[in-house]
């Protein structure tokens, strides 16, 4: 598979890479063993960086990370975050102690002295001004704790208020078909900086997989079924905000666009890949099937002119209103 730097970590990634929230929770249940399939079909595909975060179900995310990756000679690249355990969650709570206990207890669940990245969880947008914060950073790369730290943001803005930062080498923030905005300012001056961009929630929570209509149900526990008005976290997190009669109505026409012979997912995944700027896109997966979908995506030629084209007009008339000026 293709790999690209990393922005200012030093490494060579995947261009998909694997997000393990469905491995931790609030996707419906994955048991240990169907976590241990997802990550084992990824790493034998070539996939080199896993997406992962201590609140992903308390650490079991983490945890199943340090499992899988036992008997593996090769170690891939495991970024993780942090910030979201703080209760409340106030830009108050990013002191240095708490980001020490924080990235300690990563350390334990993923079985490392030293952690390959940690991102800000999407903190207050206060903190990404915080100088403190970086300067206790800093201090945590210097000590061997951490190899390098970047942010994951729900906004532009954020982002852009990060790479203010020197020592930040990565952003992780939600770009897809349906939300296009970072494309516009976040990514290019990303690039100028020579800071890697993780591409999070790469399928609007599975929209763009094709597989749902209007009458779709999903479990209790799923975020899709309990944050759709953002009653727990950002709604920009559920597909990607679009209502989601609206994402079946669009997907649709995205699938229409794709045609018959490449499968949705893929097709969407590629267009991410392909957008300058981007570093890895890291799709999550409940099984192998959707591993090895997703995998398939390096392999397909980039989009057509046409395509593209399409794609904008579809974004134009059904998406933009609903997202672009929100994040």
């Known amino acids: ?80 975050k942090a910030g979201r355990q703080a209760n409340p969650h106030t830009a108050e709570q990013y002191s240095p102690e708490n980001l020490r206990g924080w990235i300690d207890q990563s ?8 952690l390959d990245l940690v991102q800000l969880h999407c903190p207050p947008t206060e903190v990404y001004s915080d100088q403190r914060v970086y300067d206790a950073l800093d201090g945590f790369v210097a000590d061997g704790s951490i190899a390098a730290y970047g942010v994951s943001v729900e906004t532009v803005a954020e982002g852009l208020t990060a790479l203010q930062h020197p020592g930040v080498a990565t952003i992780q923030v939600i770009l897809n078909i349906f939300r296009r905005k970072p494309l516009e300012e ?13 591409a999070r929630v790469p399928l609007a929570s599975g929209l763009l997989s094709g597989k749902y209509d209007e009458s779709t149900t999903f479990p209790p526990d799923d975020h899709r ?58 799709p999550g997966a409940r099984n192998v099937t959707q591993v090895r979908g997703n995998v398939a995506a390096a392999t397909l030629a980039p989009l057509t002119d046409s395509q593209l084209s399409d794609l904008e007009r579809v974004y134009d008339e059904r998406i933009r209103a609903h997202v672009h000026d929100r994040w």
């Open 1 to 80: 598979m293709e790999s690209r730097p990393l922005g200012r970590t030093g490494a060579d990634v995947s261009v998909i890479g694997l997000g393990t929230w469905q491995l931790g929770g609030d996707w419906g249940n994955v048991d240990d063993d169907a976590a241990g399939q997802v990550l084992d079909a990824a790493l034998d595909a070539g996939v080199t960086l896993l997406d992962t975060a201590d609140v992903y179900g308390g650490g079991r995310s983490e945890e199943r990370i340090r499992r899988a990756l036992v008997a593996r000679a090769d170690r891939p690249f495991v970024a993780t």
């Open 107 to 114: 350390r334990r669940n993923l079985g490392v002295d030293t």
């Open 186 to 198: 976040l990514l290019p001056a990303a690039a100028r900086a020579g800071v890697g961009i993780l």
């Open 225 to 282: 079924n309990f944050n759709r008005r953002g009653e727990a976290f950002d709604v920009g997190e559920t597909f990607s905000g679009v209502p989601f009669d609206v994402g079946v109505a669009a997907a649709r026409e995205v699938a229409e666009i794709a045609g018959d012979a490449v499968p949705l997912a893929a097709f969407a995944l590629r267009w991410v890949i392909d957008q300058p700027g981007v570093t890895t896109v890291i």
